[in-house]
């Protein structure tokens, strides 16, 4: 399969992203959906907790539940490559609120705040027991249109006293709040995946995430002429997404390929992706791509 380098797919950015709707493409349209057979996605795993041995539903095996997250954090770092600021965020609870906090509605009460300063990242949100007491904090990654939305100080405890000085608002009232400079946005997004593992659970999850991206990718595989399936799903690389090589005894020696995500095939996004791919290999060979390029794609209607 062919792929896109990290030199060829910076280019994804300055695309601009065709409407499906923006020119009279019916009969390209018409074309893209012989590919939308319905079909059932593949399971490559089995329905047995590895640990355990238990048998476990449809898609909730451990194998279902990596390539889940895997999908996830592919969107999260697709989004993340196209905005202008990405900043991870802590929030702890102190003694005096501890009793009467509700993690979802506390942090959807901080976003109604940033909504009337006109500030609404995207991103998501999780919680945390810690490890020595057991006190339950959230972590989230926010995602930005602006370069500099919220003239706040990195790395610093913020009360809520300060948050009042600094941003002119408490926004979280219930302890100290914290934002940073994620030093890698994958590994953050990774780090965050892991608290649902631990015992926490998402309070924040935004809805779209990395379709931008997905669409200029789309568009990009289409005017270079490269399949947009590998079979499973519609298969993408993130610019600066590499796997850390290791050495055999786990230390860092480098960075190897770029990790390979996955939107699965019956995605609702699907229809629209493979409208765009098929109408931009049009455009620059004058012809459909072959059926191969698009193989396995499917959605449920």
């Not at 989230?140 to 600094?166: G, N």
């Not at 789309?218 to 947009?228: E, I, V």
């Not at 860092?252 to 409208?275: C, M, Q, S, T």
Request: net charge positive.
């Amino acid at each position: 399969m062919a792929r896109s380098n990290p030199k060829g797919s910076d280019a994804i950015k300055k695309e601009p992203v065709v409407g499906v709707r923006s020119r009279n493409w019916q009969h390209v349209g018409d074309a893209a959906r012989t590919f939308l057979k319905p079909s059932r996605t593949l399971c490559r795993g089995n329905a047995f907790n590895q640990q355990t041995g238990d048998k476990v539903a449809c898609g909730r095996c451990d194998h279902c539940k990596d390539q889940s997250a895997m999908q996830f954090i592919g969107r999260v770092s697709a989004h993340a490559y196209t905005s202008k600021l990405v900043l991870f965020w802590t929030g702890t609870v102190d003694d005096a609120h501890r009793a009467e906090f509700d993690p979802k509605a506390s942090f959807d009460l901080m976003l109604q705040y940033m909504g009337r300063m006109k500030i609404r990242p995207k991103g998501f949100a999780v919680t945390e027991f810690g490890t020595m007491h057991g006190r339950e904090h959230c972590h989230a990654y926010m995602m930005f249109d602006h370069a500099q939305p919220i003239d706040v100080p990195l790395d610093v405890r913020l009360s809520a006293e300060m948050q009042k000085e600094h941003i002119g608002r408490t926004l979280w009232p219930w302890g100290f709040m914290q934002f940073e400079a994620p030093r890698n946005r994958t590994g953050s997004t990774v780090y965050l995946q892991k608290y649902l593992d631990k015992g926490g659970y998402s309070i924040w999850r935004s809805q779209g995430l990395g379709k931008e991206y997905l669409q200029r990718y789309a568009r990009h595989r289409g005017k270079t002429g490269q399949r947009l399936s590998d079979g499973y799903g519609i298969s993408y690389t993130v610019p600066g997404n590499r796997k850390v090589k290791t050495d055999q005894f786990g230390k860092k020696v480098g960075f190897g390929d770029l990790w390979e995500y996955h939107i699965r095939r019956n995605h609702a996004w699907v229809p629209e992706l493979i409208e765009i791919y098929v109408r931009a290999f049009f455009e620059e060979f004058g012809k459909l791509p072959p059926t191969e390029y698009l193989k396995g794609l499917d959605h449920d209607w």
